[in-house]
């Protein structure tokens, strides 16, 4: 079943629980928002079906379903590499989300997971973009989530990706990029600005065959979309990036060759019992037809 998403009423004028809920989400429509209160797929916060006719009460939050009708099949299958009592560790293939998001709510790794092993208290320890494929480490259980949570915002886990890239052959490796990382324009893009950095990343060099070559990187710090954005800075944006360093009109998602960016390993000292753990990913990075490395 699918999770239900949870918003805290924000102020507003709106004299109904429904006049309010079109005026947040523009792009769901009133209709569609009437069967949602119809079939009680709105609710309070112990998941009282509610009104749309209900007042709108600023401060309370509300429980309701994201639908997508006609969500797109995602033809491409998850790994499920290590399971224990507290922790599961996925390798995701491009174009899988991770969580809900834009037109995506059953596919995703997460509901995937959550149907596949009947836990519903699967929750992602990070974040990997859709179009990245790679390791992504689970929480099995709510008790101890928070000491594996800590790991990533301590910094106490080593996370190493791959690239397929432009050469770069007047770089000295590994070298390191540090620069300052906020939001861009449009609001899902990532821009660098001067000031104190904030985004750290090392990079070194698997093999330099012609014109592409295969890089190992190193993030040292976890800004949104950092390794496209520092690659692209240094020159050799990942090959499939649409984003960076400039805004392209993207293909159909699923034909399109996918970002070539693989998290290939996480590794860090089980906070629980002290054990070392290593995870590699099983995928590989594939050059695009037509980019040739010689």
């Excluded at 710090?221 to 690659?231: A, D, E, I, P």
Aim: aromatic share 8%; net charge positive; charged share 25%.
């Amino acid at each position: 079943m699918t999770r239900p998403s949870r918003l805290q009423l924000p102020p507003g004028q709106w004299p109904s629980l429904l006049d309010g809920l079109c005026a947040r989400f523009p792009r769901i429509g009133r209709d569609q928002w009437r069967d949602r209160f119809a079939r009680g797929r709105v609710q309070d916060a112990q998941g009282r079906a509610l009104a749309a006719d209900q007042p709108w009460q600023v401060g309370l939050e509300i429980l309701y379903f994201r639908e997508v009708h006609d969500e797109p099949s995602i033809p491409f299958s998850e790994r499920v590499l290590y399971q224990d009592d507290h922790l599961l560790v996925a390798d995701k293939p491009h174009h899988l989300p991770v969580t809900p998001a834009g037109g995506y709510v059953r596919e995703t790794l997460l509901a995937r997971l959550v149907a596949r092993t009947g836990n519903a208290d699967l929750v992602p320890l990070h974040r990997l973009d859709r179009l990245t494929a790679g390791l992504v480490l689970f929480s099995q259980r709510p008790d101890s989530r928070d000491a594996y949570q800590r790991l990533f915002r301590e910094r106490r886990i080593d996370k190493t990706y791959e690239a397929l890239a432009p050469a770069m052959p007047d770089q000295q490796f590994p070298l390191q990029r540090l620069s300052r990382i906020v939001a861009g324009e449009p609001f899902f893009r990532m821009a660098e600005v001067p000031g104190e950095p904030n985004a750290r990343t090392r990079v070194e060099v698997i093999a330099a065959d012609g014109v592409v070559w295969h890089y190992r990187l190193h993030p040292d710090t976890g800004r949104k979309h950092q390794l496209r954005v520092h690659m692209a800075a240094l020159g050799a944006p990942i090959l499939g990036d649409h984003l960076y360093p400039q805004l392209r009109p993207a293909a159909d998602a699923l034909q399109a060759p996918p970002l070539q960016l693989l998290a290939r390993a996480l590794a860090f000292r089980d906070p629980l019992n002290g054990v070392w753990r290593e995870f590699s990913s099983e995928r590989s990075l594939q050059l695009p037809a037509g980019a040739d490395r010689a």
